[in-house]
């Protein structure tokens, strides 16, 4: 680790002198871009954070939202989403497994007990071993530690693109549910109080974590920055869980942070900084694993399972007890000092940092880099038999059933989780509200690789999407913002039309961004990432029911939104599912023009009588859509005809989100309630039969259920 030379003279004029090898390696880390968002913070200004339901927005740990009553108390939910992209692909088990232990102890210092994961992965070529090899390590590092600490993952995404080769990404977001009189926040309250450490014992795990982050992932990380990768002990966090549980109930904390990106020496003078104090640090106090650690160490290894917590004097002692009681370390570490003093920490009697907590926190220059526009593609398509095509992308792991994923995750511990993983979202019962509590998360990378702008915004929309169509109404939401280098214009130009597409949206939806993280430099041999815009977006409604993605067989099969089928739009393919199979280019598909009035007339239809199904339109199109309708009870029959022949492809495969097939028992009702709003087209019946049949003007396709299952069990196939 090395201070950079400009940071370096920035620091000496500030402080007037040259700094300690403690104080530059905590500079470092903490004006690293995974840190300080040096490249990213200029345009994060793009998105709308404020709304009634928001309590505490970006800045925290994690964001608090209220929720809507029905017949119930006032509840808050935070939300928080985290990368763990750089550590994943070195050790894909521990990366992934201590990316879950950190977004569960955002959740913790806010407060709140964590009650959803949602994960959203991106690996290079399914084909190829080494992306297999480090998705299933992913998924089992996520699953073990979701399923030891007792918090159910209920949702996410999966998506594969040759240029995750070199870089996968993990983002994983946490649900929290909080009383209002129990939130606490990561800033400061009062001089005197003291700094307590709680959990974990501090070993040299994950040392420089958060520079690692901010860098280039080199040809050999895998050997040579294990050492930068934290170890999890989820049996410890679950005690870590249990005993934040007993503080709050006593009310012993006045404010908490986490230990995640760089260590202690982070998150104390981050809650230092937020209260405009100072503190004084004791490190040889910090109760370790390892013998003859330096300062260094103490202050920036990233060993898990550990919070700091400000708490009054004569309240130390029970917290004491209570970590006891737990099984956990604990060690009275230092005290908050009056506003105007400097964070200090002492180790063997000597002074090893005296700077300004905000200065530390705060100082790092923002970065003004040169953004190129990506270029206009062409309209460039293959002609493909239909049943070839079809057969592909039914068949294509991005496509394909995420079973085998979801199914080594415990998704009902906690007994809240009413729609499972597998339908377009999952649907938790907050029974405490009486409320139900949609949650969608994910990108498409083939979305936003053939246009970062729109494509964002088709993210955010298909989120969105995803919620309504069990019948919610999209409410908060919280964003991981994934690109490449960004010294790189042409990689900085697709990583900011991410931000303003995704921002865009979000305010055309009135759905506050309520916070996020940025990941950069998601850049190795392979080259770039796609810029990567994860959403994780939750929807409110009444009750804990929805509509099944799955038929019924006893309505008749209606789309709404489908601007193409009835001759408003160009059903481009630019950014399917088509085109990474078949090849060729394309634009990308138009979107609805008023989204809100959509996504608000779908989330109302979904919960009528007459819906017997609803199952939204997006990755594969409509012939993907259908596929994942028909099961071994249920089947349809579907009729498409179109004026001009050539587009009968496009037609079927189209990815325009915004769309929601509806099995309904009332066809008229949907033509009368969506008049205006959106175009309606009926596709046809369905029925009693396990087959799937449809027809495009001459050609017809004809599979059955088990034909279907089979095409879609891709990655069970290869991974059992």
Not at 478 to 501: A, M, Q, R, S, T
Not at 553 to 564: F, H, P, Q, S
Not at 615 to 639: F, I, K, Q, T, Y
């Amino acid at each position: 680790m090395s201070l950079s030379d400009a940071d370096r003279d920035i620091v000496v004029e500030e402080i007037g002198r040259e700094p300690t090898r403690a104080e530059a390696a905590l500079f470092e880390n903490l004006w690293s871009e995974h840190c300080a968002y040096r490249s990213s913070r200029p345009l994060l200004s793009a998105f709308d954070s404020d709304g009634d339901q928001v309590v505490i927005g970006p800045g925290d740990d994690a964001a608090v939202v209220s929720l809507p009553s029905h017949d119930g108390e006032e509840m808050y939910i935070t939300m928080g989403v985290e990368s763990h992209n750089h550590p994943s692909y070195v050790d894909p088990f521990d990366g992934a497994a201590t990316g879950v232990g950190g977004i569960v102890r955002d959740t913790l210092s806010m407060g709140a007990y964590p009650i959803a994961l949602a994960d959203s992965l991106y690996f290079g070529d399914f084909e190829r071993e080494h992306s297999r090899y480090l998705f299933e390590g992913v998924v089992e590092g996520i699953s073990h530690y979701g399923n030891c600490i007792g918090v159910p993952t209920v949702t996410g995404s999966v998506a594969f693109h040759d240029r995750y080769e070199g870089n996968p990404l993990v983002n994983v977001s946490c649900i929290g549910l909080l009383e209002p009189d129990r939130t606490i926040t990561a800033e400061a309250q009062e001089p005197g109080n003291k700094l307590v450490l709680v959990g974990n014992s501090t070993g040299r795990d994950g040392l420089g974590g958060a520079s690692f982050a901010s860098e280039d992932l080199a040809e050999d990380a895998e050997t040579e920055d294990r050492p930068a990768v934290q170890v999890g002990d989820p049996y410890t966090e679950k005690l870590l869980i249990e005993c934040n549980e007993a503080l709050l109930d006593e009310e012993l904390v006045e404010s908490a942070r986490d230990l995640g990106a760089a260590g202690l020496g982070g998150a104390s003078s981050e809650l230092v900084a937020k209260g405009g104090l100072g503190a004084r640090i004791e490190l040889d106090r910090v109760h370790e694993r390892e013998p003859n650690m330096n300062a260094m160490e103490y202050l920036l290894a990233e060993s898990q399972e550990r919070m700091v917590y400000e708490v009054a004097p004569e309240n130390v002692d029970r917290v004491a007890e209570l970590a006891e009681r737990y099984d956990l370390g604990c060690s009275v570490i230092g005290e908050l000092t009056e506003a105007g003093t400097n964070y200090i920490c002492t180790f063997d009697g000597e002074i090893v940092v005296d700077v300004d907590a905000e200065f530390l926190g705060d100082g790092a220059p923002m970065n003004d880099l040169p953004a190129e526009d990506p270029p206009e593609r062409e309209r460039d398509l293959p002609t493909v038999d239909l049943e070839e095509a079809f057969e592909r992308i039914v068949a294509s792991p991005n496509t394909a059933s995420k079973r085998w994923v979801y199914r080594q995750y415990d998704h009902e511990v906690q007994v809240r989780t009413s729609v499972l993983p597998g339908d377009d979202a999952s649907l938790l019962a907050i029974r405490e509200a009486g409320t139900g509590l949609a949650f969608s998360a994910g990108a498409d990378p083939n979305w936003t690789d053939a246009a970062p702008y729109e494509g964002a915004r088709a993210v955010a929309l298909e989120n969105a999407t995803n919620v309504a169509a069990k019948g919610a109404l999209p409410h908060a939401a919280v964003d991981c913002l994934n690109g490449g280098n960004p010294e790189k214009p042409d990689v900085y130009g697709g990583f900011k039309g991410i931000v303003d597409g995704l921002a865009d949206m979000c305010t055309e939806l009135d759905v506050p961004v309520v916070g996020g993280n940025v990941s950069l430099y998601n850049d190795s041999n392979a080259g770039p990432i796609p810029p990567t815009p994860t959403l994780a977006l939750v929807g409110v409604k009444e009750g804990y029911d929805a509509p099944p993605a799955k038929l019924s067989g006893e309505g008749t099969l209606v789309v709404v939104g489908d601007r193409a089928l009835e001759g408003e739009a160009d059903p481009c393919l630019g950014g399917s599912e088509y085109t990474a199979q078949f090849g060729g280019t394309d634009a990308f598909p138009k979107l609805p023009a008023d989204p809100a009035s959509l996504i608000e007339t779908i989330a109302d239809v979904a919960d009528a009588d007459h819906v017997l199904a609803s199952h939204d339109v997006s990755h594969g199109g409509l012939a993907v859509a259908l596929a994942e309708m028909v099961h071994e009870d249920a089947g349809a029959d579907v009729e498409i005809e179109t004026v001009d022949r050539g587009t009968r492809k496009r037609l079927f495969f189209n990815e325009q989100p915004g769309r929601v097939v509806f099995e309904t028992t009332d066809p008229d009702a949907l033509y009368e309630t969506f008049d205006g709003v959106a175009p309606v087209t009926e596709l046809g019946e369905a029925n009693g039969s396990n087959h799937l049949d449809i027809t495009v003007n001459d050609d017809t396709l004809r599979y059955d259920a088990e034909e279907i299952a089979a095409l879609r069990s891709t990655i069970t196939d290869e991974l059992a």
